[in-house]
């Protein structure tokens, strides 16, 4: 049996961004996800790019410097995928003091090199149309820029760039057992799918798996690890859209925590997040009575407009797998920051974990990964993917409007709802997806909303998918969009 030079097992964002930077530097690279592609952590997060303004208050500054880093890089990237938001940030006179979150701001301005966002500015609530939907109490406030995104289509776009470059990518199939054989790694790998099994051997091994890191020590490798993994429980909920316009907000609360509510579609609102301390299966993960308690309190406390438990039209519930290197604490303090642990055998057969984490910094966080597997494959190429766009993001000078208007203007037989999602989810591979086709009809047949057999066959040859649900909730959010019986009858006629 050949063998690889590196087996990562965990298709979220970490593992997808580790494969594409190594096989880009010349390994041979096989991924392993026990499930479909980003359908843990990195699929039920808050949807955001950011520096991580509260992480100040910790003292995060060396984080929040590169997460800013990371931003411009990002939004260089996949212009298509993760787009600039204004964040509107009220003064509660009775938490932070106007003149401390001043401070925080301008180190949020400066902690970072910028070049495509502006500067945070403060704001008469009273005056500004953005505290129209807010109460009457908030008079002053501050707004700055971050970025939204597609965490989902991320993590696809750098599956897409690691295969295009060589790597496996394998979605529903699980590694069940690791055992090092001399100087190399054998895996038993079992499709999840048709229960057909298989091997692999490789000469390194990085664990991606996040929540279910414990278990893969525990029941895959049978290793111990020296670090300390605390899983915290996020929830968030989506509402019909609680106010006009595209600016999100930033909702602080007496127990230190902080609520977005961010858009999410025209007409909807997406609230979050809770930390809440969680044991258990990370797949049974889900929002609890209190936790939706409290998010539609946050909302009470701050807009005009009241929320009601019975509004809301969907949640999702994701476990962080932080790193906890203090053993107490309350959840929200905890680092989002990452560390990495390196198991060798006399210098062979490494095995490096991932613990803790966030999305904005999956980029850098592969370098680390690489530097660290560097005395192991001397033959590697250097960092490479600051400056490399990801599939779909190769648009000229990172101009989303223009491509946008170019992009409709080669279609006008199309619906505009249809291409204004295409642009965003696809970007340039949307002519991919739409080879071929200049009128309706030659996107075959019609599922509701922007649903087409088009965009189904193109996603089951070109990202791996195989369930009509991972179609509905991940790769499309259609679920949000069809109605019940067009997702029944997409279902009955996928099976």
């Known amino acids: 049996m050949s063998h690889i030079d590196l087996l990562i097992i965990g298709g979220g964002i970490n593992g997808t961004g580790i494969a594409a930077d190594a096989v880009g530097r010349g390994l041979s690279v096989h991924l392993c996800e026990q499930n479909d592609l980003a359908s843990g952590t990195s699929s039920k997060s808050s949807k955001l790019i950011h520096g991580g303004l509260r992480y100040l208050e910790y003292y995060e500054f060396r984080l929040v410097h590169e997460s800013l880093q990371e931003r411009e890089i990002l939004l260089r990237k996949a212009p298509h995928l ?249 959840a929200q303090s905890l680092s989002r920051d990452y560390a990495l642990e390196l198991i060798d055998h006399q210098g062979q057969a490494p095995l490096l974990s991932i613990f803790g984490g966030k999305l904005t910094t999956y980029r850098k966080l592969a370098e680390h990964v690489l530097a660290k597997l560097k005395p192991y494959f001397p033959q590697m190429g250097p960092d490479w993917t600051a400056q490399a766009p990801l599939p779909g993001g190769d648009i000229p000078n990172a101009d989303f409007t223009g491509f946008c208007q170019q992009f409709s203007a080669d279609f006008p037989l199309l619906p505009p709802a249809l291409l204004s999602r295409y642009a965003r989810q696809y970007g340039t591979r949307a002519y991919h997806v739409l080879a071929h086709v200049t009128t309706l009809a030659d996107l075959g047949q019609h599922w509701g909303g922007t649903c087409y057999q088009r965009e189904i066959d193109y996603l089951t040859e070109y990202e791996w998918l195989t369930q009509i649900d991972d179609f509905l909730l991940r790769r499309t959010h259609l679920g949000l969009e069809l109605t019940a019986s067009e997702q029944h009858m997409l279902q009955q006629h996928w099976q």
């Open 82 to 330: 993760i787009k600039p938001l204004d964040f509107v940030l009220p003064h509660h006179p009775g938490l932070r003091p106007a003149w401390f979150i001043r401070l925080g701001l301008f180190l949020y301005d400066h902690l970072g090199k910028r070049s495509l966002l502006p500067h945070s500015k403060r704001l008469n609530l009273t005056e500004s149309p953005l505290g129209a939907p807010l109460q009457t109490r908030y008079t002053q406030g501050f707004t700055y820029p971050d970025c939204w995104v597609d965490d989902a289509r991320l993590v696809i776009a750098n599956a897409m760039a690691a295969h295009e470059r060589g790597a496996h990518i394998s979605p529903y199939c699980k590694v069940v057992k690791l055992t090092k054989d001399q100087d190399l790694w054998h895996a038993e790998v079992v499709n999840q799918l048709n229960q057909e099994k298989f091997s692999l051997r490789a000469r390194a091994v990085v664990n991606a798996t996040g929540p279910w890191i414990q278990e893969f020590f525990s029941n895959i490798v049978h290793l111990t690890s020296t670090h300390q993994l605390r899983m915290v429980q996020g929830s968030h909920i989506i509402v019909p859209a609680l106010y006009e316009g595209s600016q999100a907000y930033i909702l602080q609360q007496t127990d230190g925590r902080v609520v977005f509510t961010l858009p999410y579609s025209q007409h909807l609102t997406l609230i979050g997040t809770t930390d809440v301390d969680y044991q258990g299966d990370p797949n049974k993960a889900h929002i609890t009575p209190r936790e939706i308690d409290y998010l539609c309190g946050v909302i009470n406390d701050y807009f005009k407009k009241p929320l009601s438990a019975a509004e809301i039209i969907s949640t999702f519930s994701g476990i962080r797998p932080l790193f906890d290197n203090k053993g107490h604490g309350k």
